[in-house]
């Protein structure tokens, strides 16, 4: 069973910074990605930014070159560092990790950009 639980969230004014992370429970952790996705209200759950257990890393357009994500095995943990925070990045943010063909997802963690 794999548990994951995010925190970090919260309002922060445009052009702030937060830093998210993804605690994992299972053995495994360290031999799985984890991925980072949003779901703004009324709008669909979109995927943020991906890092593979060898560290490859992948961010969607929207986010590239503002967000930072990385991981911590010893922790068993994936942080998703923003910076330059813009309102269009409010959502919820969930984090997810693929395993034995079973998505599991944390119950996600608030972040509010105001004007």
């Known amino acids: 069973q794999v548990r994951l639980v995010e925190s970090g969230g919260g309002l922060v004014q445009t052009g702030g910074s937060l830093r998210l992370s993804c605690l994992a429970s299972?053995?495994?952790?360290?031999?799985?990605?984890v991925e980072w996705y949003r779901q703004a209200p009324g709008k669909q759950r979109e995927l943020v930014a991906t890092?593979?257990?060898?560290?490859?890393?992948n961010y969607s357009d929207p986010v590239r070159g503002r967000f930072t994500i990385s991981r911590d095995n010893a922790k068993s943990t994936v942080y998703l560092q923003m910076n330059s925070l813009k309102p269009e990045d409010t959502a919820v943010y969930y984090c997810?990790?693929?395993?034995?063909?079973?998505?599991?997802w944390g119950q996600g963690t608030q972040v509010t950009v105001s004007s």
């Open positions: 997810k990790l693929t395993a034995r063909g079973v998505d599991y």
């Open positions: 299972g053995t495994f952790f360290s031999s799985k990605a």
């Open positions: 890092i593979t257990s060898g560290g490859s890393i």
